[in-house]
């Protein structure tokens, strides 16, 4: 992957990622949309370090943030809507991070920044149904 590729690429995920983060997920609490907007926090940093490891070919950052966001993706926090359609992307995101994290264990930097890019556009997609469905 060239240089340019990888700049148009943390350009965009960065931009769909600062729009995610601003449009925190209503929950039905103050206290509770706190913990879910500091849960979104920890999922976009981690996303920011996965981003980072592509971009330094740090494929043992890439493993361990892609983990942590798996295993983020089965914690309580994360389930804000029974949507079909919510159910239909934690899925997807899932996959993303699965097809993630076996690409950064065989070191292949084109097919794990494939997957980050799906992944960012999954984000996006299941965020933009959040805000809608609320």
């Not at 590729?5 to 350009?11: D, E, F, H, K, M």
């Not at 690409?103 to 890019?117: E, F, P, Q, T, W």
Request: charged share 30%; aromatic share 8%.
């Amino acid at each position: 992957m060239n240089k340019f590729t990888l700049t148009s690429s943390r350009i965009f995920a960065i931009a769909m990622l600062s729009v995610v983060a601003t449009h925190p997920l209503n929950a039905a609490d103050p206290e509770e949309e706190s913990k879910v907007k500091e849960f979104m926090q920890v999922k976009l940093s981690s996303s920011h370090d996965v981003l980072e490891g592509l971009v330094e070919e740090d494929f043992y950052k890439i493993l361990g943030e892609a983990k942590r966001m798996l295993a983020m993706s089965h914690a309580s926090e994360w389930y804000v809507m029974k949507t079909p359609k919510y159910k239909e992307y934690s899925t997807e995101f899932r996959d993303h991070l699965q097809e993630l994290i076996g690409a950064a264990k065989d070191k292949n930097l084109d097919i794990a920044a494939r997957s980050y890019s799906q992944l960012t556009v999954t984000c996006a997609k299941c965020h933009k149904h959040v805000r809608e469905e609320q």
